[in-house]
């Protein structure tokens, strides 16, 4: 007989949701040892019945397994969620809303690249394509953000993810207007920070509203699309640019500009129609609105059914966070982002995936695409704009591969082989413009492979971290901070951006294509970190990623794996991974634990 093993990670369960709400327990895990009356009961679930009667097990199909969380596989086996339910399609309905926001965000991100290459707009503002006067109107959008992150959190979490929304819509647009109709260069940049004010409070209330929203089982995909959606927007941007850059009025620049209004006026007129999140209403329990939280979560995750196992996990992890850590009243109060070891650890995710994910070499590619391509012999205004919009396209492609990844493989995997092939790219790059970057290169098939490792680099960051920016700092905070934690992961990345959009713009006009050695030892620097501090946060729920950060060592927990023993009477938790000899066959049939 095999030894018997403490059941650790195992929590228990509640026949009801009312039944969570009293601190009824039922059918759960004592610290005892483990044996079949205390080993989580599929019966228990009126919907789906026994394991066996879902998925019946051959004696071949009697496994051990290892997973990154017991209760969360024990919920996804009994209940087996389908994607195609007519709850699931409304929820897919809200989440798109929530996606325009990071639509609007790549627009504008996009667009300025491309009207900074058109000779309209720089003959009516007296401009070029590098400097300083270029970087500041780069930066003034920045500068805008910069100065929102601090009101978006509160906002957010006072108001709600959907006001949030809202409200930043409403600013977008007034922005919008103001930055179409500038007759100054004073005028353009003013509509340009309140543009970057708006998409503060958007790129806050969109991914937290995504994550929260999302079924467990398709999270990391879902959310990962939410910042997808920012590649659909600069497709947008700068396939509208290449149609109107051979136009010789100041309209091939203001339309672009125009046509922002459209996704933000589509959020702007639908948010408010959408479920406001389970997780929001879960901070007022107080104030009776946990009902609020049952109801969404029963639609949305359960199917219609309270008995789900979906919803008394989520639901019961909910009111386990509320009890231990409270809700978060005071809006003014960041401290509790850094205040202990956890909360610091959390913020080394959150930050570094905020600078990561700026200066890898994105920023160069997206901003200052045109530059590149004149640095090697590309100088005809429309090919430039065409490579830029050809780019964005591809991108997007590539960032809908990098969503179904990010569940399977993991998000330290992904991020990690991306980081390390931009070390290749860069490298490659470097070389490459250093022999066909001159304006005496003729040598077409050189300037060709330069921009064909420019491409690589593009689809690389869209595979690996495009879906990555507004997951994985959503997953590292905490439910009751985590709309001021994005606020502050917007001002990390604002500081990220404010380099990019202004230094890049003098470094690339001084050095050239020497800019590239920055990015190749950056590059390393990010791999070595990402190594070393960043947490795996697939396979649990938002409540089960805080396990991860309450160890001493957050990283080696969150690898750290769970074996269970899958069989027709249900689930079986033997405990954290033994040695891999035990695991190559199952135990003989019959046999307890």
């Known amino acids: 007989m095999a030894e018997k093993s403490s059941v650790g990670e195992a929590t228990a ?9 009293r601190g009824q327990r039922v059918s759960g895990a ?11 009961e599929m019966s228990q679930y009126s919907q789906t019945g026994s394991l066996s009667s879902c998925t019946p097990l051959s004696k071949d199909q009697r496994y051990i397994r ?12 009994a209940q087996k969620p389908s994607p195609w339910t007519k709850p699931m399609l409304r929820l897919y309905c809200y989440l798109f809303v929530a996606f325009l926001n990071s639509c609007i965000n790549g627009y504008d991100g996009s667009i300025m690249g491309g009207i900074n290459a058109m000779s309209t707009y720089q003959r009516y503002f007296n401009m070029k394509t590098t400097g300083s006067s270029t970087g500041i109107v780069f930066a003034m959008y920045s500068i805008g953000h910069f100065s929102g992150c601090f009101i978006c959190g509160p906002l957010t979490d006072s108001w709600g993810r959907r006001w949030g929304m809202f409200s930043g819509a409403l600013t977008v647009i007034i922005g919008t207007c103001v930055q179409a109709l500038s007759t100054t260069h004073a005028w353009f940049m003013g509509g340009r920070f309140i543009l970057g004010l708006g998409a503060a409070i958007l790129t806050t209330a969109g991914p937290v509203y995504v994550a929260e929203m999302a079924h467990p089982a398709w999270r990391g995909t879902l959310t990962g699309l939410y910042n997808s959606f920012y590649c659909v927007g600069g497709i947008a ?9 051979n136009w010789t009025s100041d309209l091939s620049w203001r339309l ?3 046509l922002q209004a459209v996704a933000s006026g589509t959020v702007l007129l639908l948010c408010l129609w959408c479920p406001e999140t389970p997780r929001w209403p879960s901070q007022l329990i107080s104030n009776d609105r946990n009902e609020e939280a049952i ?15 979906f919803v008394l996990l989520s639901y019961k992890e909910m009111l386990e966070e509320i009890v231990l850590s409270g809700s978060d009243k005071r809006w003014w109060d960041y401290s509790e982002l850094f205040n202990s070891t956890s909360a610091r650890w959390r913020m080394v995710c959150v930050a570094g995936m905020a600078f990561f994910g700026q200066w890898s070499g994105n920023g160069a590619v997206t901003h200052f695409l045109p530059v590149l391509l004149d640095n090697v012999g590309i100088r005809a205004e429309a090919t430039q704009l065409l490579h830029n919009a050809i780019l964005t396209a591809i991108s997007f492609g590539a960032a809908i591969v ?5 569940d399977r493989v993991g998000r330290r995997v992904v991020l990690m082989i991306g980081t390390g092939l931009f070390v290749v790219w860069w490298t490659i790059i470097t070389i490459l413009a250093s022999y066909y970057g001159k304006e005496s290169n003729t040598n077409t098939a050189g300037s060709t492979a330069t921009i064909a490792f420019i491409y690589l680099f593009g689809i690389t960051y869209s595979v690996s971290y495009t879906p990555l920016q507004a997951l994985y700092p959503v997953e590292c905070l905490k439910y009751e901070t985590r709309a001021k934690g994005m606020g502050v992961f917007a001002f990390f990345t604002n500081i990220a951006t404010l380099f990019n959009s202004y230094g890049i713009s003098v470094i690339i006009e001084r050095i050239n294509w020497g800019f590239c050695f920055l990015y190749i030892a950056w590059d390393i620097f990010e791999l070595i970190i990402i190594y070393l501090y960043f947490v795996e946060t697939r396979s649990r729920t938002l409540e089960e990623i805080n396990e991860i950060f309450k160890h001493p060592m957050p990283r080696n927990k969150s690898l750290q794996k769970h074996v269970i023993l899958v ?9 954290p991974e033994w040695d891999q000899q035990n695991l190559e066959s199952p135990p003989p049939s019959g046999q307890k634990f």
């Open 13 to 21: 369960s509640c026949d009801d949701v009312e039944d969570c709400y």
């Open 30 to 40: 004592s610290g005892d040892d483990i044996t079949l009356e205390n080993t989580f």
């Open 66 to 77: 290892t997973v990154a969380h017991v209760d969360f596989t024990r919920a996804l086996l």
């Open 237 to 245: 941007a700068t396939w509208t640019m290449y149609r109107t850059q």
């Open 256 to 258: 672009p500009i125009w």
């Open 295 to 309: 109801r969404v979560l029963t639609t949305y995750h359960g199917d219609g059914n309270r008995k789900s196992p």
């Open 402 to 406: 990098g969503c179904l990844l990010v």
């Open 567 to 575: 069989t027709q009477n249900g689930v079986l938790y033997q405990g």
